[in-house]
């Protein structure tokens, strides 16, 4: 199975603070893809880096690949309340098709 | 539209009964995903197309789903004999290949209720 497993499963901070989820995998990839989904709908692509990458920003988001320990973690700087949601991480490697685990649940207070 | 598409956006059926689920892929893409995601679960591939291809029905739980892509584009769902276990949200997404990478694009989904 090419499917990710997300650390923490529930992360609470502050408005303002950082807030880092971890990936781990267990297969050789091609890419890994974070995603976001807001009230149980809605996954939205957030940023793909390629296994040939180690490091990958998107505006306040930062992803870190390390192929060695099959681990990616993704970095939200700067969180706002709208940042509350459902992380994922999809490694995809030889199959086409995308699994997810359970996710991080951010939750960003005011 | 700019997006993938999905209709009904909620369905309440009885168990038994049969449903019909639709997705509007973007336009161009030319692979077509089905998943669906129980509550506080992950997402669970079902099925994809890519192209003309046989479609890859490797992750469809029984013989009453199927699924079909009519002229490369719009797909259909379908679920025969609803069971309540069958309760999910059922997710579509529609990529392309860029420089050998791909990025799916997914609906907002259709939640269906079993009873």
């Known amino acids: 199975s090419q499917q990710g497993e997300e650390d923490p499963q529930a992360l609470s901070i502050q408005e303002g603070e950082n807030a880092t989820m971890n990936c781990s995998y267990k297969?050789?990839?091609?890419?890994l893809q974070w995603y976001r989904q807001n009230s149980g709908r809605g996954l939205v692509h957030l940023i793909l880096?390629?296994?040939?990458?180690r490091e990958k920003h998107s505006g306040r988001l930062r992803v870190t690949l390390d192929t060695s320990k099959k681990s990616s973690s993704l970095l939200i700087t700067a969180s706002r309340a709208a940042d509350t949601a459902s992380y994922f991480c999809?490694?995809?490697?030889?199959?086409?098709?995308?699994?997810f685990g359970s996710g991080t649940q951010l939750t960003v207070l005011p | 539209g700019a997006g993938v598409s999905q209709s009904p956006s909620n369905k309440v059926t009885e168990k038994g009964k049969d449903v019909e689920l639709r997705c509007d892929p973007i336009?161009?893409?030319?692979?077509l995903y089905w998943y669906r995601q129980s509550l506080g679960q992950g997402l669970e591939f079902l099925i994809y197309?890519?192209?003309?291809?046989?479609?890859?029905k490797s992750g469809l739980p029984s013989d009453r789903f199927s699924a079909e892509r009519t002229g490369g584009s719009v797909s259909t769902l379908t679920i025969q004999r609803t069971q309540q276990e069958d309760s999910a949200v059922y997710l579509c997404?529609?990529?392309?290949?860029?420089?050998?990478?791909?990025?799916?694009?997914f609906g907002p989904g259709t939640r269906l209720l079993v009873l």
């Open positions: 297969t050789s990839i091609n890419n």
């Open positions: 999809a490694p995809s490697g030889s199959a086409r098709q995308l699994t």
């Open positions: 336009s161009g893409h030319t692979a």
């Open positions: 997404a529609s990529s392309f290949l860029l420089a050998g990478q791909e990025t799916q694009y």
């Open positions: 880096i390629r296994s040939n990458e």
């Open positions: 197309f890519q192209g003309n291809s046989a479609p890859d």
